[in-house]
């Protein structure tokens, strides 16, 4: 079970740290990602983090945001800098395979609302 926190309401240029607690088993063998959803938008991949901590980003997040994962408590952060209105979405951590083609668990999404 993988479950979503630290969203909230912020302006733009701000930073929010978004974590995802696993429980119920250990998510070290599986590839840690985040996505999001914007109103009337699709999911989007926004950073994942492999099993050896190599990492990979959109390009609208380069630079912007960091993922990472910290194995002795099962929980993968996502640091999001200068944020932007348009960074504004439901995120939601999920646990795949190695090379991103396969999400096996979603956690329940935390809302970031970026105003300008």
């Known amino acids: 079970q993988l479950q979503a926190s630290g969203g909230g309401l912020v302006q733009a240029g701000d930073s929010l740290r978004l974590a995802c607690a696993a429980s119920g088993g250990t998510f070290s063998r599986y590839t840690m990602s985040w996505f999001r959803q914007a109103p009337g938008k699709d999911r989007e991949f926004v950073a994942g983090?492999?099993?050896?901590?190599?990492?990979r980003y959109a390009n609208s997040v380069k630079g912007r945001f960091t993922i990472s994962r910290d194995y002795a408590k099962n929980t993968v952060y996502l640091q999001m800098n200068s944020l932007k209105p348009e960074d504004t979405a439901v995120y939601y951590c999920?646990?795949?395979?190695?090379?991103?083609?396969?999400?096996?668990?979603w956690g329940e999404g935390t809302l970031v609302t970026v105003s300008s």
């Open positions: 999920a646990a795949g395979d190695s090379d991103y083609n396969q999400i096996y668990y």
């Open positions: 983090v492999s099993r050896s901590g190599s990492t």
